[in-house]
């Protein structure tokens, strides 16, 4: 664990319809009295007025047991000398030792009566024991290379980071705690690396919000389309521009064949951000599926031309083209990538899985190589070896690059 200043590092676990929906820089417009969002479908609220939507106390209250022990902890010699916000990142530390690190998103108290859940989870923990020792806790996006894409059905799920300022609260100056103002804090993030990116800033309600997506997210790999809807539901109410849960929402309409409203969702989410590449990706998606090709090409053409904010939208943008088997696509976005991010190894294979099926096996040999040149990794060192001397062996037999 490296710590400077209690660094620690959350995930968060992110879905969307054939393509990554990156935690945005939260720089999206604010909300204005001509924007309104578009009536969801009639019949998924019905469908989903039956399920019990986790409330946000829920989510950040700790149990009486857990109270005393929290307490029972900062009463220690050592530690209660300490301001408040160290005390929660030496709690927290002390809670991070032999802690499960699995897929599940608990809230608060179940992620410490488990020792066990997912980033987010760890990152609900702190949250709920910053407010119960009265400690401010600000939460900034961090985009991260991405470490694990799986794409089943038509969804694709990656992660993102976020990471923790927690400030002491003073009630005599309402701008001491603010992160915008400076002044003493300290920072939880976990495995910092060279490649991060940081975003922007978010609030209390949008912090929340992308723990109900992730509830939301869990649904939808479940098949659980009512719930889902009704999880989104909750997370819009607090952020209703929070553009991953807008492309969601499109994405069950989608599901449910109701295009119109899915084209509206993506619409109004285009207001907030017009150059996401989730919502972009997706609208095409559904343009192409109603045969609108023109308009859908338009978009795709808008797609390949756009330079993102973080570059690992475009890796997943490539795995969803590779999906696709969109060949030619899924060769530029993952040269964008490499533009930005040239020492991510796996984006090297990928690219070569896209030049070899151009009949490009030079180009897709000079990738591998690549890829062996920037990994230590003996399990992938393999893979690309193994993919490198297949390549080798069709050259041999006299295949030459188109």
Known sequence: MFIKQEIYRFSIVVISLLSLSACSSMSQKNLSVDVKMPAASSLLQLQASKYTVPSIESLTQLTPIQERELLAFIADEEIAALPNRKKVSQFIGQKMVNFNYEGSNFNASDAWLNKSGNCMSLAMLTYGVAKFLNVKAVFQVVHSAPLATVITKDL???SDHVRTFLYEVDSSDSKSNLYLYGGEFSVIDYF????????????D????????????????LDDKLELAFALMQKGLSLAPDYVPLINMM??????IEAYDIAEAYYQY???FKPNSLSLLSNYSFVLNSQG????????????LDLENESPYGWYSMGIEALALKDYRAAEIFFRKFIK???YFHQAYYELAKALNAQGKPYAAKQSLKEALTLTSLGENQQK?????NWLNSVARKGLAEQ
């Open 156 to 158: 694709m799920v990656s």
């Open 192 to 203: 910092p690396d060279r490649n991060d990116r940081n975003g922007g800033v978010v609030s």
């Open 205 to 220: 309600s949008q912090f929340l919000a992308m723990f109900y997506r992730n509830l939301a997210a869990d649904a939808l």
């Open 250 to 255: 499109a994405v069950v309409h989608r599901r």
């Open 269 to 271: 989410g285009l207001q």
């Open 292 to 303: 609108r090709i023109d308009e859908a090409q338009s978009i795709s053409q808008q797609l």
């Open 340 to 342: 930005n991010s040239p």
């Open 384 to 388: 690309y070896l193994a993919k490198l």
